[in-house]
């Protein structure tokens, strides 16, 4: 009853900004997140803002930001990554992830497979450039995406969707482990913030980094984890290709192009290639004609 409710108006710097100032003069003790990415990103960046705890009650599955160190916001130039303290507890209600819309849910998918991506880029950073690395972390991611991507059950199930829950809380967690985003965000999360930059609301986070993931094991020519993504995928009715994601062959050629410039410093199997532009639309043509219907 002493409660008091905020209404987060969207995912933004601003509303973020706006909301860390509200608890800042009221003194409040504790924030309850309750929503999806946008609201539970927001909450936990004004709570870092205001120095409080938060609790995350997730409504939907479609990221793993549920539980992961990083906001994702918007802002003027785009969209920015900001580090924040994990929440202080997590709640999935799968009554309301039941009734949230279908591609969000479905989208978590995408997400959490897209972590062994990441793992294996964040592997070759470490064989070609001496990055540390940690072990645990990498399990931790693994085990998430191994969890689901190997299941026949979908979305429909309370089975599965407690599975992808545990897998995305296993990610954040991973991401605390490792002190950065390292494990769960590798060449599939550049391609998907380059999207993000050049063509804003082409698709949603977790669908993009299902696809950056597989094109990522097309190029590494790691033909059997590209066919368990893209099964995984397909059989969660995800996007596979960019155009079943609303993307052009050259509109995703200009992402994959743009994609290692939005994680400076970050060494994936993009910054491993350094492909030229006409080398990138040949993988990305010959991508298309590998894993298209």
């Known amino acids: 009853g002493e ?6 108006a969207n995912g933004s710097v601003d509303a973020a900004v706006s909301l860390g100032a509200d608890l800042r003069e009221g003194a409040y003790e504790a924030l309850v997140g309750i929503g999806g990415g946008k609201t539970i990103d927001a909450t936990k960046y004004a709570a870092s803002l205001a120095g409080i705890p938060m609790v995350a009650v997730a409504t939907n599955l479609s990221h793993d930001g549920i539980c992961s160190p990083v906001a994702s916001l918007t802002h003027d130039g785009g969209k920015g990554s900001f580090g924040v303290p994990m929440p202080l507890a997590i709640v999935v209600d799968l009554d309301f992830v039941h009734d949230a819309p279908v591609s969000l849910v479905r989208s978590g998918v995408g997400d959490v497979v897209s972590n062994l991506s990441a793992i294996e880029d964040w592997q070759l950073g470490n064989v070609e450039r001496g ?10 991611a693994r085990t998430a995406a191994e969890a689901v991507i190997g299941r026949n059950d979908s979305i429909e199930s309370d089975a599965f969707l407690t599975v992808l829950a545990e897998a995305l809380i296993m990610s954040g967690m991973a991401m605390v482990i490792a002190g950065s985003s390292r494990p769960s965000s590798g060449g599939d999360h550049e391609i998907l913030h380059a999207v993000d930059q050049l063509f804003p609301g082409t698709s949603n986070h977790g669908e993009l980094a299902g696809i950056g993931a597989a094109f990522c094991f097309f190029l590494r020519e790691d033909s059997r984890r590209l066919t368990q993504v893209v099964e995984c995928l397909r059989g969660h009715e995800l996007p ?33 290639l350094r492909l030229s ?6 993988r990305v043509r010959d991508y298309v004609r590998a894993v298209g219907r």
């Open 277 to 282: 532009e006409p080398e990138i639309r040949k």
């Open 131 to 140: 990055e540390p690395i940690d072990g645990m972390a990498c399990a931790m």
């Open 240 to 272: 596979v290709t960019p155009v079943d994601a609303g993307l052009t062959e050259e509109q995703f050629t200009e992402a994959v192009m743009l994609a290692p410039s939005t994680r400076p410093g970050r060494y994936t199997i993009l910054e491993h």
């Open 3 to 8: 409660a008091r409710v905020f209404r987060v």
